[in-house]
Antibody, heavy 121, light 107 residues
Framework: EVQLVESGGGLVQPGRSLKLSCAASGFTFSNYYMAWVRQAPKKGLEWVATISTSGSRTYYPDSVKGRFTISRDNAKSSLYLQMNSLKSEDTATYYC??????????????WGQGTLVTVSS | DIQMTQSPSSLPASLGERVTISCRASQGISNNLNWYQQKPDGTIKPLIYYTSNLQSGVPSRFSGSGSGTDYSLTISSLEPEDFAMYYCQQDASFPYTFGAGTKLELK
C-alpha cells in the first residue's frame, strides 16, 4: 500500500524558514517523480513543486520560485521542501504527492494527509 | 500559464441523481486533464486521469470525457459518499494548474 506521511509543519514568523519532510513507502520511490501541492485555508489547490526521479530536474510556479527548494533522498525514500523567506500567503496545508506513471510528471496519483504551515508573527 | 475554469462552483443534487461538472482550459491541453475529490477532512482522492481513465478502486459511476479545451466529470447515480469538493487539473504543461473547485452538496 502506498503511504505518504508529511511532517515539519508548524507556526513560523514571516521571513523565516521551514523544512517539510515526506516519508514514502509501499512503492519504489526512485522510479517516480514527486511533488508538493498546497491549499490555503478555505481556498483551492495550488501546485508548488515537482522533482524528477534522480533529483536533477525541478519545477516551480512563479509564486515560490527562488524561495522554495524541493529535494529528495532516494536511499531514504524521502521528499523535502525547504521554504525560505516565508510570507503570510504561504500559510496552507502542504500535501506530498506522487506522480502517476514511472519517470513521467503526470497526474498526482497518491496524496499524503497534509501538514499545516502557518506564517504569522 | 493555462487557466482552468470549473463550473458550477456549487451543485446541489439528490441521491441517485446524475450530475456533470465542467472544466474549461484557456488553451488546448490534449486530454491532459485529471479529476480529484476532496472530503471535508482534507483527504484528497484521485478519480480520473488523462480525461477518462479511472484511478484504481474508483467506482464505475464516475466517468470523464472531453477534448481540446472542454472536459467534464459525470457521476451517474449519486451515493452519500460522493458529496464533496471536486477539482480538475491540467498536466499538459508547467505550471500545473487546478480549477477553483465544485462543491457537490445534498439538496
Amino acid at each position: 500500500e502506498v503511504q505518504l506521511v508529511e511532517s515539519g509543519g508548524g507556526l513560523v514568523q514571516p521571513g523565516r524558514s521551514l523544512k517539510l519532510s515526506c516519508a514514502a513507502s509501499g512503492f519504489t520511490f526512485s522510479n517516480y517523480y514527486m511533488a508538493w501541492v498546497r491549499q490555503a485555508p478555505k481556498k483551492g489547490l495550488e501546485w508548488v513543486a515537482t522533482i524528477s526521479t534522480s533529483g536533477s530536474r525541478t519545477y516551480y510556479p512563479d509564486s515560490v520560485k527562488g524561495r522554495f527548494t524541493i529535494s529528495r533522498d532516494n536511499a531514504k525514500s524521502s521528499l523535502y521542501l525547504q521554504m525560505n523567506s516565508l510570507k503570510s500567503e504561504d500559510t496552507a496545508t502542504y500535501y506530498c504527492a506522487r506522480h502517476g506513471a514511472t519517470r513521467v510528471p503526470n497526474w498526482f496519483a497518491y496524496w499524503g494527509q497534509g501538514t499545516l504551515v502557518t506564517v504569522s508573527s | 500559464d493555462i487557466q482552468m475554469t470549473q463550473s458550477p462552483s456549487s451543485l446541489p443534487a439528490s441521491l441517485g441523481e446524475r450530475v456533470t461538472i465542467s472544466c474549461r482550459a484557456s488553451q488546448g491541453i490534449s486530454n491532459n486533464l485529471n479529476w480529484y475529490q476532496q472530503k471535508p477532512d482534507g483527504t484528497i482522492k484521485p478519480l480520473i486521469y488523462y480525461t477518462s481513465n479511472l484511478q484504481s478502486g474508483v467506482p464505475s459511476r464516475f466517468s470523464g470525457s472531453g477534448s481540446g479545451t472542454d472536459y467534464s466529470l459525470t457521476i451517474s447515480s449519486l451515493e452519500p459518499e460522493d458529496f464533496a469538493m471536486y477539482y480538475c487539473q491540467q498536466d499538459a504543461s508547467f505550471p500545473y494548474t487546478f480549477g477553483a473547485g465544485t462543491k457537490l452538496e445534498l439538496k
